[in-house]
């Protein structure tokens, strides 16, 4: 934007001066302009914040879930139905459930997973199921 200046002519001895500026409408359009981007630009930011956050903690909540259908088939407790307990992996705290069922297709038994964990405010889940004899 190229700003055109002003001359202004005095009357008196002094040296002409130049004035340079904004006109009001100009000022109102950029605040218009600003009122609309910034809201739209720190939301982006906080989505693209809590992407990144759930990202990580969904990892976190996978190891933990795959690490329990390791122990419950290694250890030989898929004959229990439900266990509860809680874990915390570095400053993430998570609950978890496993389940264990009869599969209706075959003698084998189907075992569930399920790692519950929040990031800023919202609860998220991860859920792994395998199958064992």
Known sequence: MKFRTKTAKSTTRSADRTIAAFTLAEILAAMV???IVIPVTLEGLSIASRAGDVAVRRLIATRVAERLLNETIIMKQSNVAVRNGTSQEGPVALRWTVRSELWKQDIMRQISAEVLFTAQGHEY???LTTLAR
């Open 33 to 35: 302009f600003m009122a």
């Open 125 to 127: 889940s991860v859920l």
